[in-house]
């Protein structure tokens, strides 16, 4: 997946990459819809707790609505400043199907994430990007949302409780607290990749036993807790660098541009961020996530190389990541 990641990254444009993911986004969609109503048995959880739940292509409803989300992002990023016709009412098709979908599976972390997600890109496109004065109203909003999140987490048991969900987030928290406990007793390397999840590991039946339900989770449903499961505090320290250079050229990226591909790299990031609070979605076994990440780390940082600032001649780059019509 990470040399997918790096090929794709630099062989295609973030305009070019914005266009694929779209379409292989929207045939997802689309054929999730389809096993919805042609396949009921496939794309529909008939029985069990969550019956009813629409689960389309992808096996879960949570994972269904990850990627849901992660279209409904792509989708607006290919709305915003997009001065097309047709790839504008293409992205708001999109953007009304992918949110129909997240609402129908019922994910509750989905359906946060999604308004989270939606609110904070909308900042972006029509605040963030206007100059300096702006600065000031980025400062209000981020007391506001900090005063929001602190009251949230003053009263987040009643507040979960309200929404049907238990204060210990489905279990998540008492996963979260055992499996600290098993990052300390090896934190600097770690388990290993998947040593810590696998069938018959020992550690894996503590973390079962320690939730008392007779279920064996088959992660720790965060994603940087499974990071550094795998990997120790070496693994995740080297990320987590990755991380902030990324995310500040991604900055700079949707700071300096005025096309839709411009936001693509922040409003990526963002979900991931979001998303890794509650799910797995950065190493844990294969899923586009970690792709996209290692595709958007080398395209912002040829962004950056091509930059008016800093110039380069083709020659400059290696031939392999030479491209032909550079587009960013």
Known sequence: MSAFGIYFGSRFTIKQQLRLIVVVLGIGALLSLFAVIAMPGVGIKLGGVHAGSWKGIYGHKNTFSAYMTLTLVAFFCLLSKNKNPQESLLARAGLLLSIAMIILSTSKSGLIIFIVALVSLSLYKKFIWKGKPTLLLLDLTVLTLGSIVTVIASNWAPLITSLGRDPTLSGRTLIWGGVIQKIMEQ?????????????????????????????????????FLDMTLFVGFVGLSLFLVSLVKTYWHALKTAYKGSKPEDFWPLGLLSLLLLYNMTESLLTFLLNIFWVLYCATVISTNLYQRRSPEKQLSKHSLPRSLTLSKPNY
Request: proline share 11%; glycine share 18%; net charge neutral.
């Open 187 to 223: 934190p600097i390397l770690g388990y290993g990749q998947m040593g810590f999840w696998a069938p018959d590991a020992t550690e894996r039946v503590e973390i079962g036993l320690r939730l008392g339900r007779g279920y064996l989770p088959p992660h720790s449903h965060n994603g």
